[in-house]
């Protein structure tokens, strides 16, 4: 089964560039995540949707940053203009909302930006 | 405001022997938890989970403890093995919220 797909794994970019990162949630999820990784935070929840609508954006640091989620299969999370700080591992994941105490989230495997 | 703390960022133990990692969390209104791995170059993975109105669940080598009281939970594994090296995160939600909330990962090391 084909789990959370993340493109690009790696980017490298020149400060002030657009980067777009994209992700390919699994199959009936109806919950996507953006988490961020850094080293001094963890895991940090930057946006997330359900049924394509985003619920908490709370996370995103700030309006250099914006997620899209057009379809249930396909979310973009766009940074215009990059900084350096923005340099990190971002984090995919869905799930499927069934309600119910509990919820497990899948992981993509990232993808790692670095911004010179 | 860090809700999930992982206070320990590295663990060192011996081929064999128990792996303890910890977790505080200071939302009361957290009711499930659940701990992450993640190894280099990947996503982290499901490892396993505890609602609040348990207090153990035990998966094989994997058990997780929760102290509701304490508002704190841990994970140990026994015995330790070379492929459990991962960096280990802890993570929490509460009912009706579908975001989980993570801790900052232990980096957990297993010497042959």
């Known amino acids: 089964d084909a789990g959370v797909i993340q493109s690009p794994r790696h980017e490298v970019t020149e400060m002030g560039q657009e980067v777009t990162l994209r992700c390919k949630p699994i199959s009936g999820h109806n919950s996507l995540f953006w988490y961020r990784q850094t080293m001094m935070r963890g895991l940090e929840l930057l946006i997330y949707f359900n049924n394509n609508v985003p619920i908490d954006d709370s996370g995103m640091p700030e309006d250099r940053f914006s997620a899209k989620m057009p379809n249930a299969s396909f979310s973009t999370l766009k940074i215009q203009p990059s900084e350096p700080r923005d340099s990190a591992v971002y984090f995919c994941a869905s799930s499927l909302r069934a309600g119910g105490i509990g919820n497990t989230i899948y992981f993509g495997e990232g993808s790692w930006l670095t911004v010179v | 405001d860090q809700q999930v703390k992982q206070n320990s960022p590295s663990l060192s133990v011996q081929e064999g022997r128990i792996s303890i990692l910890n977790c505080d969390y200071t939302?009361?209104?957290?009711?499930?938890f659940l701990w992450y791995k993640k190894y280099p170059a990947e996503g982290p993975t499901f490892l396993i989970s505890?609602?609040?109105?348990?207090d153990k669940n035990e998966d094989g080598r994997f058990t997780v403890f929760l102290n509701k009281s304490a508002k704190h939970l841990s994970l140990h594994i026994v015995p330790s093995q070379p492929g459990d090296s991962a960096v280990y995160f802890c993570a929490a939600s509460f009912q009706g919220a579908q975001k989980l909330v993570f801790g900052q990962g232990t980096r957990l090391t297993i010497n042959p």
């Open positions: 939302n009361s209104m957290f009711d499930y």
């Open positions: 505890i609602s609040s109105i348990k």
